[in-house]
């Protein structure tokens, strides 16, 4: 166990956007924690309101706050952050923290005791349960199959379809286990400077979603592992940024889909997802999208991504962000 005193630096970066309200929800628990050797780094993405002074005035020197001149997406503003930490702070870790989490004030001991624990670990990540349903689990850990496109975060797609419409899944202790993973969600992700260093930053690409399988994958591929920590637990309110445009996330996800796969599949495997996307998927999605959502908005983000993502194309991709 780590040494009072002793624990190595972590800069937390927080991107905010028009969030204000949970990103105080946030800053509130963060200042719980028991882990003594941190700073807080606020992005504000171009946020419209008075969102970087209200977060001023309730904080003051608690949080360091820079303020984009326009939404860069997760991805750029967490880079932005980044950027800043590596310029101006001597932190052994970054990490990046969604604005619409709360956490438990022992979340970050228990991420860093394991990041310290093995040299080749280079990412952690966290249990996420559900904000409204603190029992109920979110994500845990992912897998990436470059066959089908699929980036399994604990659930497969059937199976989160089914429990959507039929139940939850509870934490009864299933994921209980410290796991290497092929990847762990950017809700909440622990980086050793060490892989900032080797790999470079996040793919801004991606604007928003994506980008963590990504990274993890480079960093797989760079020598590092992914470890899923579950004692580092972590309630997620979710998409309360992308909720404020219809069809956002939908959008950006099949998006990026395409963009992750171009980067990181082979040709064969490419082909293959084509043929597993437009065989299956893509219906399957239509049909709860109408069926169960009863959402054309959503819908439409379906279509509108998956032309974007197939064509390489950013045709749609202003709608979505409101540029």
Request: a positive charge.
């Amino acid at each position: 166990m780590m040494q009072r005193m002793t624990y190595p630096k972590v800069s937390i970066i927080i991107v905010n956007w028009n969030g204000f309200e949970d990103t105080i929800e946030c800053l509130e628990s963060l200042k719980k924690i028991t882990y003594s050797n941190y700073e807080v780094i606020v992005v504000d993405n171009g946020s419209e309101g008075n969102d970087v002074q209200v977060l001023k005035e309730r904080f003051g020197d608690y949080i360091h706050i820079i303020r984009n001149d326009k939404n860069y997406g997760f991805a750029g503003g967490a880079n932005i952050g980044m950027r800043y930490v590596l310029s101006n702070s001597a932190a052994d870790y970054i990490l990046l923290l969604n604005n619409d989490t709360v956490v438990d004030p022992e979340f970050l001991t228990e991420m860093v005791r394991v990041a310290e624990a093995d040299p080749v670990i280079g990412i952690v990540g966290a249990k996420i349960y559900y904000y409204d349903n603190p029992n109920q689990l979110q994500l845990v850990w992912g897998k990436i199959d470059l066959w089908r496109g699929e980036l399994f975060p604990t659930l497969k797609l059937v199976k989160v379809v089914i429990e959507k419409i039929r139940g939850v899944e509870l934490d009864k202790g299933q994921y209980d286990h410290t796991k290497e993973a092929d990847w762990v969600t950017g809700c909440c992700f622990l980086i050793k400077e060490q892989v900032l260093k080797s790999i470079g930053l996040l793919d801004e690409g991606y604007f928003c979603y994506g980008e963590d399988p990504d990274y993890c994958l480079r960093a797989k591929r760079a020598g590092y592992k992914i470890v899923y920590v579950p004692k580092a637990k972590v309630w997620h309110k979710g998409e309360q940024s992308s909720k404020k445009v219809s069809g956002f996330s939908r959008y950006f996800g099949e998006r990026n889909r395409f963009r992750f796969m171009r980067k990181h599949a082979t040709r064969w495997q490419y082909r293959c997802f084509l043929i597993y996307f437009f065989g299956f998927r893509f219906w399957l999605a239509i049909g709860y999208y109408l069926i169960y959502l009863h959402s054309l908005n959503v819908l439409a983000g379906l279509f509108h991504g998956v032309k974007d993502g197939l064509f390489n194309s950013e045709a749609s991709a202003k709608l979505y962000r409101r540029d």
